[in-house]
């Protein structure tokens, strides 16, 4: 059974229909990818699945149970962190308290757990441990996004949901922030990533879903996506 | 040298009034981006429920001169009871338009804001006529320098309206609940993504800004005594003017709302007493357009930087 398993999803802004029925799965413990142009509606889809919007039909299932019309403080419990597009860090909180916020929903029980994930992704992103005092909005956009997901990961999720975290840093800054993401992956977390960096995405992932305007066009093997035609000449620029 | 004494004393008791008022637009603000017209209304009703409260409560007891305790009791009588309005409010009027056109909204608010001013005068409940709040407080002055007299109204006044401050700024600057309010004022989506339940964050506010306008109301109660009644034009003027204090100490900001309020009570009551006091109303109004030329994010208020 997958661990996330969408189907027939349609979400509409008012009178536009954003997404027409999309269905994706996610399986345990890989990392799947949804690529598309611009205004696809990969966002959209990322959204409905950590609840901020509510999906018009179809259902979205997460570890076998029905979470559509779940409010989104809830799914977070339920083990989905949603590292938003943009970022969405607190730009008027230190870096300590933006990772305060990741951990909000996580009982004072887990204290000490709490504490051990910090330092673990403090590790994973060395650069912010420098920088743990500095307010969020005074920090470079790679450091931006790499605050957005070590908060995330505080919540300590099953299932991580990126929205294209590699956009507008430059290409040494790509390279770390994907081989974290494999990192993250290899410690458990199973991640659903939008990309407009197909050619990244579809390296570091297992399976691959194309949208087209609110629709999955094409559902296959990252490895396969990565040499077909159609790919190649649309999303990598090839040929 | 004593008039000196006498306005700084005046800015002081006026201006943390001011404060707690403006601190509810700011905290909605904050939240919401909306302007609660309504929020003014809850001080007049704060205001009413004091009266109401220590008149049931000396009646009840047979007496006329009211223990130490009282003044206490009908403040927190009074908040309590705002509080439920307020909550009640956001509940009924407010959430269901959650994602509606933000005239929507400020049309809703007026609304409440009349419904509120004319209940309020029905007979069975505060009436059409002016009353005089029971004194709650003796008379008693604690210190004379020259002309000046400080009294014990004095003291009470503005030290209550601190204390309500310095609990505000702890509850909003340490601890959980406040942070999960500063989160939810600066993005809405993503405090909701870190597990915030934001719809109880915002009826929280609304809650908690409502007993901040019943503590200005009972304070104003305390001041001036006399009460006019809820659809009073000298009301709309209170609670502009708390509106003021906000925007000039950055609206949506709570540390700007306090020195905004004690900015505008200091200017009105400095102007009155060194320039003319028919003109009062008018420097809080200049000060407002002179700080928005300036500094249009007010004093406090900061320009958001945000990389993207
Ligand atoms: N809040 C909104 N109101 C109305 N329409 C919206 C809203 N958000 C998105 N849309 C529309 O929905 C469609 C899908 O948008 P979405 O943000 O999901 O695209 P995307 O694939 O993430 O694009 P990008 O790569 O540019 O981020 C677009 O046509 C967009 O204009
Ligand atoms: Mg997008």
């Known amino acids: 059974m997958p661990l996330l398993e969408v189907s027939n999803l349609i979400v509409r802004y008012g009178a536009i229909e954003a997404l027409h029925g999309v269905s994706l799965s996610v399986e345990q413990g890989q990392i799947a990818t949804l690529i598309g142009c611009n205004g696809a509606g990969k966002s959209t889809t990322l959204r409905a699945v950590s609840g901020l919007l509510k999906p018009a039909k179809g259902s979205i299932r997460f570890d076998g149970k ?21 970022r969405g860090v607190f730009p008027q909180m230190t870096v300590d308290e933006n990772l305060d916020l990741g951990a909000f929903a996580r009982p004072r029980s887990e204290k000490d757990q ?80 939008v990309e407009q960096n197909a050619h990244m995405a579809l390296k570091v992932a297992h399976h691959g879903y194309v949208l087209e305007t609110g629709r999955i066009a094409m559902s296959d093997s990252a490895r396969v996506l990565e040499a077909s035609d159609e790919v190649r000449k649309a999303y990598l620029g090839i040929g | 040298m004593d008039q000196l004494l006498q306005t700084l004393k005046d800015g002081v008791t006026l201006g943390s009034l001011y404060a707690l008022i403006a601190l509810g637009y700011t905290m909605v603000y904050g939240i919401l981006k909306f302007i609660n017209f309504a929020h003014s209304d809850i001080v007049v009703l704060g205001a009413w429920l004091s009266l109401t409260i220590a008149a049931k409560l000396l ?45 929507n909204v400020l049309i809703t608010a007026i609304g409440v804001s009349l419904l509120l001013q004319n209940t309020g005068q029905l007979s069975a409940l505060f009436g059409t006529s002016p009353r005089r709040i029971p004194d709650l407080l003796p008379d008693t002055t604690l210190l004379s320098i020259g002309q000046v007299q400080l009294k014990l109204l004095d003291v009470v006044g503005a030290g209550t309206a601190i204390a309500l401050m310095v609990a505000l700024e702890w509850l909003v600057f340490h601890t959980k609940i406040g942070r999960a309010m500063r989160a939810t004022s600066h993005n809405v989506n993503v405090a909701a993504l870190m597990g915030i339940p934001v719809n109880r964050i ?81 420097y809080v109004f200049t000060i407002l357009i002179l700080v928005l030329l300036v500094r249009p994010s007010g004093l406090l208020g900061k320009a958001t930087i945000e990389k993207v």
């Not at chain 1, 029905?66 to 339920?78: F, K, N, S, Y």
Request: glycine share 12%; proline share 4%; net charge positive.
């Open chain 1, 66 to 86: 029905e979470i559509t019309g779940v409010a989104p403080h809830e799914i977070v419990r339920l083990g989905v962190a949603h590292s938003p597009e943009g």
């Open chain 1, 114 to 193: 709490i504490r051990k994930d910090r330092e673990k992704s403090l590790d994973l992103f060395p650069r912010l441990r420098e920088r743990l005092k500095q307010l969020a909005g005074t920090l470079s956009g790679g450091e931006q996004q790499m605050l957005a997901m070590a908060r995330a990961l505080l919540a300590r999720p099953r299932l991580l949901l990126l929205d294209e975290p590699s956009l507008g840093l430059a290409p040494q800054v790509v390279q770390t922030i994907f081989q974290i993401i494999r990192d993250i992956n290899a410690a458990g977390t199973t991640i659903l990533l």
């Open chain 2, 59 to 103: 009646a009840l007891m047979g007496i006329v001169d009211p223990p130490a305790w009282m003044g206490a009791v009908v403040l927190v009588g009074a908040m309590v009871a705002c509080g439920a309005v307020g909550f009640t409010i956001e509940r009924l009027a407010y959430k269901p338009l959650r994602g509606a056109p933000r005239l």
């Open chain 2, 202 to 282: 915002i009826s929280f506010t609304f809650v908690l800004g409502s007993m901040l306008a019943a503590a200005g109301g009972f304070l104003w109660a305390l001041k001036y005594q006399t009460i006019k009644q809820t659809a009073d034009s000298s009301w709309v003027l209170l609670g502009l003017k708390a509106f003021v204090a906000a925007v000039v100490g950055g609206i949506g900001n709570v540390r700007g709302a306090m020195l905004g309020g004690l900015a505008i009570g200091m200017i009105e009551q400095f102007g009155a007493a060194y320039l003319s006091s028919s003109m009062k109303d008018v």
